[in-house]
């Protein structure tokens, strides 16, 4: 019984821990809210640089480029 127990929490954290799975009907707020962290992030990289991050889709991927700053 305790190492069923044991087992379950172990479980439990490595699953909160991991990053969400791609969910192809996930709702169009929760895919804005991905989009938005996703630029985010990019805006932060790109800041390093000097730069600006600028989104594109390609094969309905969302992918960012830093360019530069006009």
């Given at each position: 019984?305790?190492?069923t127990?044991?087992?379950?929490?172990?479980?439990?954290?490595?699953c909160?821990?991991?990053p969400?799975p791609?969910?192809?009907?996930?709702?169009?707020?929760a895919?804005q809210?991905?989009e938005?962290?996703?630029?985010e992030?990019?805006?932060?990289?790109?800041a390093?640089q000097g730069?600006?991050a600028?989104?594109?889709?390609?094969d309905?991927?969302?992918?960012?480029?830093?360019?530069?700053?006009d």
């Amino acid at each position: 019984m305790r190492f069923t127990v044991c087992g379950c929490a172990a479980l439990f954290a490595a699953c909160a821990g991991a990053p969400p799975p791609d969910n192809p009907t996930a709702s169009p707020r929760a895919e804005q809210r991905n989009e938005a962290r996703g630029l985010e992030q990019a805006e932060a990289q790109c800041a390093k640089q000097g730069k600006h991050a600028e989104a594109s889709r390609v094969d309905g991927e969302t992918i960012y480029n830093c360019v530069s700053r006009d």
